[in-house]
């Protein structure tokens, strides 16, 4: 079985540009999730989809951030503008059924903000 | 609120000896409880995890994790580590409902010394 994908694997922009991430869930996988990894801590919930809806975004920095799944398969999530505080590892990951926790990772997108 | 402590930010083990990473949490009932592990520049793989019945739990990898209710807590063992266990290891909580959502710990980054 393939893994979640994601690209790029590294970027490096300046404060202000816009950035943005793409990830591919195991087929079949109806839950995607988005975190922020910021170096020292663990993960942190950005949003959860459930086939193409929101289930979750509350801790989605409205002004600046964005993320959608479209048809229920891959997703984007999107910085504009970006922050130095921005800088982080971005994870995706996916599960068949939500309340197995089966999550699958991906290897995340390492974010510089210059 | 509910929390997860994990609180050694780093441990130091020489190859071969035994290891024991802390977790504990603060939920309102018995949580669905997880480890993770990530290697650098890897996403996060699961190593083991408690739903039910016995509270002693069986991972990957050789490890283990002992649930105590009466202690809130659910450490991570292995008898006799390998330098490829260096890596950061999170433990997290899980609600048993709603959007089943993890809760995560900081974080303990595991250095091997040969």
């Known amino acids: 079985e393939a893994g979640v994908a994601q690209s790029p694997r590294y970027k490096i922009i300046e404060k202000r540009q816009s950035v943005a991430f793409w990830c591919n869930p195991i087929?079949?996988?109806?839950?995607l999730y988005w975190y922020q990894q910021i170096l020292g801590q663990g993960p942190k919930l950005l949003i959860q989809?459930?086939?193409?809806?929101?289930?979750?975004d509350s801790q989605l920095p409205k002004d600046r951030f964005s993320a959608e799944r479209l048809k229920g398969v891959d997703s984007t999530l999107k910085i504009q503008p970006a922050k130095l505080e921005d800088s982080a590892v971005y994870l995706c990951a996916s599960s068949a059924l939500r309340q197995d926790y089966g999550y699958t990772f991906g290897s995340g997108t390492r974010l510089t903000v210059v | 609120a509910q929390s997860v402590t994990q609180p050694d930010i780093h441990i130091t083990v020489s190859e071969g000896a035994s290891l024991e990473l802390r977790c504990n949490y603060s939920y309102g009932a018995t949580p669905y409880l997880f480890w993770y592990v990530q290697s650098p520049g890897q996403g996060l793989q699961l190593l083991l995890k408690?739903?039910?019945?016995d509270t002693l739990v069986q991972g990957i990898k050789g490890f283990e994790a002992e649930f105590k209710r009466s202690q809130s807590s659910f450490n991570l063992r292995k008898p006799s580590v390998h330098w490829s266990d260096a890596a950061e290891y999170f433990c997290a909580v899980g609600a048993r409902g709603g959007n089943y959502q993890l809760i995560w710990g900081a974080g303990t980054k595991l250095i091997i010394k040969p």
């Open positions: 087929s079949g996988h109806a839950t």
């Open positions: 989809f459930q086939n193409n809806g929101v289930v979750d």
């Open positions: 408690y739903f039910s019945g």
